[in-house]
């Protein structure tokens, strides 16, 4: 299922998160059917000065017309949104900055008021897309919480989508690991196959270790995501493992793919192989929710608070 990030890892989980009880009835089955969902909070700023994957990104405008809802702005990188046909959207009360002000709502795709567009993207595999929302009127019970306080909600939603994202990259990390290695073992040189040449072993081994730790950092970042779905005592260290392990699986992903790239020399580039679908989408995946500097930072904040 292409769409499983989007649909389970933000959408499922929003509506888990925030959603109200009847939102949940309504909308939890029906994506246990097959229902596509995503999450669309991030304005163009999430792409500019290093990314800004927080409470800043919300640039969406909600304004409240007696019993409805009037949303309009512009929503960018939102995975599979051109497809879905569920959107959980963030927007915020008009002068507000920052954490204040942000609402959730869940929203049919199809609803009038809402158009979207494919993004060009350097990978090819996940799908991102524009979300134009343009006098969106939507009923009082779309409101997912409390009206203007919902970015505590918002956090948790992006921190469980973080883990999910880290541990792609750990999957993808060890992938490139795997293709490099086969490769080796076929790819001839000198009479022999390139695997048994000193160099190539210790990248390969270099490859591992990186990967080994990434497994690491995701196995407690999810120990403590599901504490965190379940309140349990180490609810409170989610953020700070999910930072911990996007930071990490960023780099080892990224790096990973670009020495399976090497090992694979030239054909590496084809479409023969799929090594050079890795490097894009460590790229892409890199950035998106915020990039290893980006998560670095937020670990520092962390421990200086």
């Known amino acids: 299922m292409l769409t499983f990030f989007s649909t389970v890892c933000l959408g499922a989980n929003a509506l888990m998160v ?38 800043d990104a919300v640039e969406a405008i909600a304004e409240r017309d007696g019993d409805e809802f009037i949303l309009n702005g512009t929503l960018r990188f939102v995975p599979d949104g051109a497809s879905a046909e569920l959107l959980i959207v963030a927007a915020r009360a008009a002068g507000t900055s920052g954490e204040a002000g942000i609402s959730l709502f869940v929203v049919p795709a199809e609803s009038p008021g809402i158009e979207r567009k494919l993004l060009p993207t350097m990978d090819q595999t996940r799908k ?18 409390a009206e203007g306080d919902a970015w505590p909600q918002l956090q948790k939603i992006l921190q469980l989508a973080t883990v999910a994202q880290a541990a792609e990259q750990m999957g993808g990390a060890q992938q490139s690991l795997d293709l490099a290695v086969e490769y080796s073992k076929e790819r001839a040189q000198f009479g022999r196959p390139i695997a048994g040449f000193q160099a190539i072993k ?54 990973n793919a670009g020495d399976a790239l090497q090992i694979h020399g030239g054909v590496g580039f084809t479409w023969e192989y799929d090594v050079h679908l890795h490097l894009k989408r460590a790229k892409a995946s890199e950035h998106f929710l915020g990039s290893g500097d980006y998560h670095r930072e937020r670990v520092a904040q962390l421990l200086l608070d």
């Open 18 to 55: 925030a959603g109200t009880e009847a939102q949940k009835e309504k909308y939890l089955p029906r994506i246990c059917e097959g229902l596509t969902a995503t999450l669309a909070y991030t304005g163009i700023s999430a792409a500019r000065g290093g990314g800004r994957w927080g409470a």
């Open 128 to 145: 991102q897309a524009e979300i134009v929302l343009s006098d969106l009127r939507l009923p009082a019970d779309t409101l997912m919480g």
């Open 202 to 255: 210790h990248k390969a081994a270099d490859m591992m270790t990186r990967t080994e730790v990434a497994r690491s950092a995701v196995y407690y970042a999810a120990c403590v995501a599901e504490e965190a779905v379940e309140g349990g005592e180490l609810a409170g260290e989610l953020g700070e493992a999910a930072s911990i392990a996007k930071a990490y699986c960023s780099d080892a992903y990224f790096q």
